[in-house]
């Protein structure tokens, strides 16, 4: 059974900076698409970021040159790297990886950001 547990959100100030992690069990994820999502109140779920299996990395507009994705195959665990947080970017952020047609997603981590 796949599993995704985030972790790292919180609350900070605005240019601040806060690391999200997201450790997946039941499957691996190296050859695995996944990606971050977030959902602000009010407002439909988008996607902040994603990494193919091979690697490459796409980000939303919003944080192109603010957030960083990544992963580390050893641990079985993705990353989002913020940096340069604005009040616009408080949510819940969500991660997901696709395995055999399916999606499977983390229980989300709250990210707020005080101007």
């Known amino acids: 059974q796949v599993q995704l547990v985030e972790s790292g959100g919180g609350r900070v100030q605005a240019g601040g900076s806060l690391t999200l992690s997201c450790a997946a069990s039941g499957t691996i994820v190296s050859i695995l698409p996944m990606g971050w999502y977030r959902q602000a109140p009010g407002k439909q779920r988008e996607l902040v970021a994603n990494?193919?299996?091979?690697?490459?990395?796409t980000y939303a507009d919003s944080v192109k040159g603010r957030f960083t994705i990544s992963r580390d195959n050893a641990k079985n665990t993705m990353y989002l790297q913020m940096n340069g947080l604005k009040p616009e970017d408080t949510a819940v952020y969500y991660c997901?990886?696709?395995?055999?047609?399916?999606?499977?997603w983390g229980q989300g981590t709250q990210v707020t950001v005080s101007s």
């Open positions: 997901n990886l696709l395995r055999l047609g399916t999606i499977h």
């Open positions: 990494i193919a299996s091979g690697g490459a990395a």
